[in-house]
């Protein structure tokens, strides 16, 4: 496919859905391989429009219905992928969640998605345990695969089990399914962390979809070319930037259970990728393990990475021989700017704004009052085209109105324009905590911490502790009951048991007291800028 414009990928505005746009690609590319999974299971383009209508039939026969939500709990795997496309074949929601959720996070998302359908992986069946029932009655449970016993969850107290199997037997493909979604339709639901509450629930239209499986111009993928995906497929990054922009390039994806960096470089050899995305300390993960003589012999040519370091960058590009696009993106607003491979890579430049899709502003955070060229401000983004942008979060009004203020979505971040449409990044605004590629919420950590007897205030802030590019460390700050005898090691048992692996501190910090303003709001600056000092650290224990 040569480097085009989203019109001419996308077609007409009234194809721009998810089943249209893999029925068009199925017509086109027939038995030709789209993807592989290394744990199983692979699909042609034909397959999985195929194989995609017989789910959409099973979904169809368990009583799910156009607009209705599909909460999804699995790794990368085949059935994912399936589950995905046959919800949008019958304009049902898909809800991918993140498979390391627990306890109160997990609860929030299970309740407030609302589903009439529940697929999950049986290993995942026991981080249910301390998850409270929906309050409605009668929701199926579909059970993929070995794992704790599902009636032994309490979140299931209400529901009815079948296997995955039992639930395949329902397909039907002699069955003539519904009228599929417009453009303007919710085809999936994605949870983004909170970080003064809960996490929300982007609501993300067909045509918001479509247009994020638009290959990024210039990275200039071509049918001939291999995505390998070591990231998860409840993000964007891996199910659209990567597998469906694949799919609208005529490529092909290897996708992989989960990132290795001692693995990675061998996994791209042997299925010959030549693309692949990274975020965050992936990159300076992969970038310290040893270094080898034949390191540069590899059919990598680029790779899509954002955040980067000035300091090593280039010698990871010279390294492995390939060459970086950086890109500014986020699951309410999609893929906004991007750098073109021949860009000298600079930490925090995220290259020129898509001005045929968005507008960008800088603003001064406190007044949403513009600012001068070069000043550094909160970004804000507005997009041109209808229904290509998220439509507010999900049964959080207040939240859509507080993100839409004064008619822009305000991303949190600080960044700065130059020359009119020229992106630099810069750091988050106020609460937001990056680590290992995932949004933290504060807020949530605070409340699985608070469950602590000895607790008597917490606040989560993240810190800087030399890692890459605008990635964090989380610090738990605690004040105690009178007399507590709290050790940092019990708060982490507590922890590990609660909340995602991603989210546990890596320092805990005991305060007498912790700073607050005049109105009580705890000022999470200070704690910010006096770091971990002498925290303890649970990657130095002693």
């Keep these: 496919m040569a480097r085009g414009s989203y019109q001419e990928v996308l077609g ?18 027939g038995d030709r391989r789209f993807i592989e999974f290394q744990d199983g299971g692979s699909l042609s383009y034909a397959a999985l429009h195929r194989e995609g209508r017989k789910l959409a039939s099973a979904l169809h026969a368990s009583g799910v219905r156009s607009g209705d939500r599909v909460f999804i709990m699995m790794e990368n795997r085949l059935e994912f992928l399936l589950l995905c496309v046959g919800c949008w074949e019958i304009g049902a929601i898909s809800v991918p969640v993140n498979t390391q959720l627990k306890s109160l996070s997990l609860q929030h998302q299970f309740h407030n998605s609302d589903p009439c359908l529940i697929v999950v992986e049986g290993e995942f069946i026991a ?19 070995e794992g704790a016993e599902p009636q032994g969850a309490a979140a299931f107290g209400n529901c009815l089990f079948q296997s995955y199997e039992a639930f395949m037997a329902k397909a039907d493909n002699a069955l003539t399914l519904p009228p599929g979604p417009t453009p303007a339709d919710i085809g999936c639901i994605l949870y983004t962390s909170g970080t003064t509450g809960p996490a929300k629930g982007v609501l993300m239209p067909h045509a918001h979809l479509a247009l994020y499986s638009v290959p990024i111009p210039s990275l200039n993928m071509q049918e001939e070319d291999v995505y390998y995906c070591c990231l998860p497929l409840f993000h964007v990054n891996g199910l659209y930037t990567q597998l469906f922009a694949s799919l609208l390039s005529g490529g ?18 042997d299925c010959g990728a030549t693309l692949t995305n990274l975020i965050g300390l992936m990159i ?11 390191d540069h012999d590899n059919p990598l040519r680029a790779m899509l990475a954002m955040p980067v370091a000035d300091g090593w960058i280039n010698q990871f590009c010279r390294r492995f021989d390939l060459e970086i696009c950086q890109s500014f993106g986020m699951t309410e607003c999609n893929i906004v700017t991007y750098t073109e491979l021949s860009d000298h890579p600079v930490s925090g430049d995220t290259g020129r704004v898509r001005t045929d899709l968005f507008e960008v502003r800088i603003v001064d955070p406190d007044s949403d009052e513009p600012l001068a060229e070069g000043a550094i401000g909160e970004i804000l983004i507005r997009p041109k085209l209808p229904h290509a942008f998220m439509q507010g979060y999900f049964a959080m009004p207040d939240k859509t109105v507080e993100a839409c203020k004064n008619l822009w979505f305000h991303t949190g971040d600080a960044g700065r324009l130059v020359d009119g449409s020229h992106l630099y990044y810069v750091d988050r605004i106020k609460d937001r905590i990056r680590r290992r590629g995932e949004n933290v919420s504060a807020y ?12 008597a205030e917490v606040a989560v802030v993240g810190v800087d502790a030399g890692g890459v590019g605008s990635e964090q460390e989380v610090m738990a700050c605690i004040v105690t009951s009178a007399c507590s005898k709290l050790q940092p090691q019990a708060v982490l048992e507590h922890c590990e048991a609660r909340a995602p692996r991603f989210a546990l501190p890596r320092f805990i910090k005991f305060m007498d007291a912790l700073p607050k303003t005049v109105t009580n709001r705890v000022q999470k600056q200070l704690l910010r800028n006096d770091g971990p000092g002498s925290a303890w650290d649970r990657e130095k224990p002693n």
């Design 12 to 29: 007409e505005k009234s194809g721009w859905t998810m089943p249209h746009l893999i029925r068009r690609q199925a017509e086109k590319y």
């Design 127 to 145: 981080q249910f345990h301390d998850v409270a029932p929906l309050p409605k009655a009668d929701v199926a449970v579909v059970v993929l695969g």
């Design 252 to 269: 092909r994806v290897f996708c992989v259970h989960k990132f290795s960096p001692n693995r990675w470089l061998a996994e791209i050899r």
């Design 284 to 294: 300076e993960f992969i970038f310290k393990t040893e270094a080898k003589p034949d």
């Design 444 to 455: 949530e950590l605070e409340q699985v911490i608070l469950l602590i007897h000895d607790v």
